[in-house]
């Protein structure tokens, strides 16, 4: 798009004559009111950098191009060789923190937000996905291409309510639009961060979270997946955000997807280097996608078999909502969670309606957390088929994966640990052995779940799970 001349400490910028699908520089009308635009908006970030626009001007005075002239960089102090040299943590740092205070102050409006919704970031993709289209069983291996295709529209076909609340919440802004390592250069007063795209304002405005993934894509391509994390940790920090893990996956997917397609470009104008990059990058969009994944998974089976534990271990260390049959029970007939009750089975807080209700308000509150792009787990007994069959109705109408885990373990163990917890008195559940041989006798067969034996040490039953649930070496949120 553009040629840079390195004269002194001043770098001038050319724009090519050159006409895209996303782009159109044919004209010198064209090309200056470009070179205006950036100058005014990367003065945004870097006032001091962008100096001027100057006109290239033949033998008669008559302007035949235009030139835009930067204060030229220390090319030490940029943020890719500081990072690939794991020197870059306190820039990193500043960079999350000036980002996060543009954000704050950069422009909204009725417009602007309108690119935030769901439809709008579909679009997106999809218009990402044509352009990569000829480039797919040559440059970049199909059924990868596939699989992020699917993958995205999965994860957008249940989360409007998601994109809905980041608009209301006045997260859609005029961002930077490219944020690249390459282009922010860590100076002793602060970062100089440039660069921004000038040559359509629609693909700068956006969720400020599709701005800040741009940079943490990058730096995990640089840097590796540490170097991303940490930067976008201290955005959200010095941001106040709150977002869910899952759309900061997907949309360092979709900024993956972008380079990626920039990549196939360049390779299409001859640059031999460009095929490796977009085979990397677009697994990279993979990995952010499968990561990025909003599951339900159902944790059941009869009392005392450990799916609590389970449960409540699976959700701990993947950071997700854990929603619990007995607690919510409680709830909604008004009783503490370790309080007794002397209920029967299918008697009382126990009786088929209470239990109908309880289950109701899990799906209810999963559905919640799921449409706001919330991996859920129900830790419940799952007994009876009609709850499971609903269980995935919500999961298909949220766009989400559901995954089903069955705990089993020998009944005299059971009623041991049935035994135990009822004399320690602190757990939520009433259930004993009694209730435990009742049920097992009601339970409907339930093919569809990944039976988890856990009679064996806790680590392998952990382990167990994590792999059932796709997650064998899960790795923090980005």
């Not at 001007?57 to 835009?68: A, K, N």
């Not at 167990?464 to 790795?475: F, K």
Request: hydrophobic fraction near 45%; aromatic fraction near 6%.
């Amino acid at each position: 798009m553009s040629v840079l001349f390195f004269v002194g400490d001043r770098v001038y910028k050319l724009k090519k004559p050159v006409h895209m699908d996303f782009l159109d520089f044919s004209t010198r009308a064209a090309r200056e009111r470009v070179c205006r635009r950036e100058l005014e908006l990367n003065r945004r970030l870097a006032p001091d950098v962008y100096l001027d626009v100057l006109d290239v001007v033949g033998s008669d005075g008559q302007p035949l191009d235009h030139l835009v002239v930067m204060r030229r960089m220390p090319e030490e102090r940029r943020l890719a060789r500081l990072a690939a040299g794991g020197a870059a943590d306190e820039c990193v740092r500043d960079v999350a923190r000036a980002i996060a205070a543009f954000h704050a102050r950069a422009d909204t409006s009725g417009e602007i937000a309108a690119h935030g919704a769901v439809g709008q970031v579909r679009a997106n993709w999809e218009s990402s996905f044509a352009t990569m289209q000829p480039f797919v069983g040559t440059v970049l291996d199909a059924d990868v291409a596939r699989e992020v295709a699917a993958e995205a529209r999965r994860y957008l076909d249940g989360r409007t309510r998601l994109f809905a609340h980041r608009i209301e919440l006045g997260k859609v802004r005029d961002g930077h639009g490219d944020l690249l390592a390459d282009d922010i250069f860590c100076l002793d007063d602060g970062p100089r961060i440039l660069d921004c795209i000038e040559f359509d304002d629609h693909l700068r405005y956006g969720d400020v979270l599709a701005d800040v993934a741009f940079l943490a894509m990058d730096l995990e391509r640089v840097a590796g997946p540490a170097t991303g994390a940490r930067f976008l940790g201290w955005y959200r920090e010095f941001a106040g955000e709150t977002y869910p893990d899952t759309l900061a996956h997907h949309y360092i997917a979709y900024r993956a997807h972008v380079r990626a397609k920039v990549a196939c470009l360049r390779s299409a104008q001859g640059d031999p280097a460009a095929v490796e990059s977009a085979r990397r990058l677009l697994a990279l969009a993979r990995d952010h996608l499968l990561r990025g994944r909003v599951d339900l998974a159902l944790v059941g089976g009869l009392p005392g078999t450990g799916k609590t534990t389970l449960a409540a271990r699976v959700a701990e260390r993947l950071g997700w909502t854990l929603l619990r049959s007995d607690e919510v029970r409680k709830d909604l007939v008004g009783l503490g969670h370790t309080a007794r009750t002397a209920s029967a089975y299918r008697d009382g807080i126990y009786g088929d309606d209470v239990t109908a209700r309880t289950y109701h308000e899990l799906l209810v509150r999963a559905r919640s957390l799921l449409e706001l792009g919330v991996p859920t787990i129900i830790d419940a007994s799952w007994a009876d088929a009609r709850w499971r069959e609903q269980a995935a109705d919500v999961a298909r109408q949220t766009g989400s994966r559901l995954v089903e885990l069955r705990c089993e373990l020998d009944e005299r163990i059971a009623a041991g640990r049935l035994s135990r917890r009822a004399r320690a008195a602190r757990d939520a559940s009433d259930a004993d052995a009694t209730v435990a041989a009742r049920m097992a006798g009601e339970f409907d067969a339930w093919p569809s779940a990944t039976t988890i034996a856990t009679a064996t040490r806790r680590d392998r039953v952990f382990a167990r799970a994590l792999a059932a649930v796709g997650r064998p070496g899960a790795r923090g949120a980005p």
